[in-house]
């Protein structure tokens, strides 16, 4: 998979991006775990991308979820057997 990000916001450590072999778009965030940090990547669909970049609010409450593993089944990568947690 090739991650392209088109928007980052370092403020709330998140960003938004197309996965450039599927084409399919994604919201991604940094995690970390005591042997690496990472980013993990959940899939979401053109119209979330487009309203995310313009209403952060939106954004943010999204990645929350994602941050306290209410979206696992958007991951578009399974995490290995020692998950990190979100920084």
């Known amino acids: 998979m090739k991650f392209t990000d088109i928007y980052v916001n370092r403020e709330e450590l998140f960003s938004l991006?197309?996965?450039?072999?599927?084409?399919?778009?994604?919201?991604?965030?940094?995690?970390?775990?005591?042997?690496?940090?990472?980013?993990?990547?959940y899939a979401i669909d053109q119209q979330m991308f487009e309203r995310f970049q313009n209403d952060v609010d939106a954004a943010v409450k999204?990645?929350?979820?994602?941050?306290?593993?209410?979206l696992d089944e958007l991951l578009m990568q399974q995490p290995g057997w020692n998950r990190g947690t979100a920084i």
Do not use: A, K, M
Request: net charge neutral; proline share 3%.
């Open 17 to 41: 991006g197309i996965e450039e072999t599927s084409g399919r778009f994604y919201v991604s965030f940094p995690v970390s775990n005591r042997l690496v940090d990472y980013e993990e990547y």
């Open 62 to 70: 999204f990645v929350n979820r994602c941050r306290r593993h209410q």
